[in-house]
């Protein structure tokens, strides 16, 4: 089955959801159609699979992460997106197809991909939100960032060729440690207790230094 389902993602994306047929994709296996029955009925089953592969996946996979309690914000944070771009990573080809072929998805199947990209948002907005609460992360728009975090994430789909010469690894905790930096803030900057009053020491310090800079400016 595995291997009748990479195939028609290979299809779908060379030719489009709609230029494919199952003949096409019997032909591709090796198989004939009458044969290919006995496997996948429609070329809905095989875009319910991709689904399932690519956003159902990837959201229980970031649900999982969000979870923990052994992490703090920051590592959560980490982990998600370490996690989510070695899913685009691995599974291109299921990415782009979907994203290619959003319009013509069935309604029932559209629907089941647009839940599961909301799963996904919802799991690193949920963090983001978060680490901000406690003071881990500077007080940054949780929906904005997130949404600028999983495209970077995305992207990994469409320029990074893998190759025993460039693993996906590497670039998946390269992209993580980007995404921790965007929000983080300086380890001095962290409050001693996530609580409102540790933010409000915070914004203390903040007043602290603008009374300074403005004293300065009048000498």
Known sequence: MSEIIDQAMRLFAE????????????????LSRA???????????????????????????????RRRTDLDSAEKLRMLVHTLVLHRAEQPAQFRTLDRSDQALPAEIAKKHLEGRRAVLREITEVVEEGVTVGRFRPVDAGITALSIIGMCNW????????????AEPVAEQIAENAVAMV????????????????????????????????????
């Open 156 to 167: 990994v789909a469409w320029w990074f060729h893998p190759s025993p010469a460039h693993p």
């Open 184 to 219: 983080v803030r300086d380890a001095g900057r962290i409050p001693d207790t996530p609580t409102p009053l540790g933010i409000v020491s915070l914004l203390r310090q903040d007043l602290d230094h603008l009374a300074r800079l403005l004293t300065a400016e009048d000498e």
């Open 35 to 65: 044969n290919l029955y006995n496997y996948v009925k429609s070329k809905e089953e095989l875009l319910v699979a991709m689904v399932d592969a690519t956003t159902q996946s990837a959201a229980s996979s970031l649900r999982e992460v």
């Open 15 to 30: 030719r489009g959801y709609d230029g494919t047929t199952l003949q096409d994709v019997a032909e591709a296996v090796g």
